[in-house]
């Protein structure tokens, strides 16, 4: 695996759009019918919370153009980024570059840099020499790009790039090592990120009460500290109780409020 070609990353926008919010969308009829896993949306969520994003949305729709161009042209306008996983493979069902291109009203071209990548990288694992036109036709679809787009090439071991339309818009394959990598260096370089300061901490509080025997105090907890921008969630477990979740930007305060003997005497 050392041996493997690597390439240089993008330059670093000038114009690097800030985040806030986000929305993630998942293409692809194998989600809908249950053959595929979609765990790319967990991973998202998991990473804009850590890095004080407010991801907002998450939708799951089907490989169809109309759907596709209607999501993602009501996100663009709702959103500071958009991630979409799936769809950007050589099949004929791989109609998220397509369809996105149609979203914006774009047109569609060749990458030449990313062939350059592909064929550098897919050489090694077959002879590209032995492809039928067809097959070479089909392999070059993952380099056919909305014309205006950014293609930006976030992970040097990799050929894929994360493809940006409209400073909002950013394309990612659905395999989930592929998604996590991309969108890790997207996130690391790409973007700017609200500052750490915004950034939110949770705290977890269990108790082997039931729900209901909890929720009005938790009622009464959440109208207190609202206007702290603290956030009250409760998370049963079958059988196991109960997570309370505090969320906010200011751990100190999340940990006097858990410490207080009314939170104690109602949970623990």
């Not at 765990?39 to 907002?56: E, H, Q, Y």
């Not at 009203?105 to 990288?121: F, G, H, P, V």
């Not at 976030?154 to 994360?162: F, M, N, S, T």
């Not at 949770?202 to 207190?224: C, D, G, N, V």
Request: glycine residues 4%.
């Amino acid at each position: 695996m050392d041996d493997l070609p690597k390439f240089p990353l993008s330059p670093v926008p000038k114009d690097t759009p800030v985040i806030k919010n986000a929305a993630v969308l998942i293409i692809g009829d194998e989600v809908l019918n249950g053959k595929t896993k979609d765990s790319n949306s967990n991973f998202a969520a998991k990473m804009f919370f850590d890095l004080g994003v407010d991801l907002k949305r998450i939708e799951v729709i089907a490989d169809d153009e109309a759907e596709i161009v209607e999501a993602v042209t009501r996100m663009a306008k709702n959103y500071d980024i958009v991630i979409t996983s799936g769809g950007i493979g050589p099949t004929h069902d791989d109609i998220t570059y397509d369809s996105i291109a149609a979203a914006f009203k774009q047109s569609l071209k060749y990458d030449d840099e990313t062939i350059k990548r592909m064929n550098a990288l897919s050489k090694r694992r077959y002879n590209l020499g032995e492809q039928t036109e067809e097959q070479k036709t089909a392999r070059l679809r993952m380099a056919l790009f909305p014309d205006q787009a950014e293609v930006l090439f976030v992970k040097e071991e990799l050929w894929v790039p994360v493809v940006r339309v409209e400073k909002k818009v950013c394309i990612l394959p659905g395999v989930p090592t592929l998604f996590q990598q991309l969108l890790t260096g997207l996130c690391a370089r790409f973007v700017e990120l609200p500052p750490a300061s915004s950034k939110p901490f949770r705290l977890l509080i269990h108790t082997e009460l039931p729900e209901s025997s909890i929720a009005p105090f938790l009622t009464k907890l959440q109208e207190r500290v609202k206007k702290e921008l603290v956030r009250v969630g409760s998370y049963p477990k079958l059988n196991q109780g109960v997570d309370v979740s505090l969320i906010g930007q200011d751990l100190d305060r999340l940990k006097e409020l858990s410490s207080e003997g009314e939170i104690f005497n109602q949970l623990l």
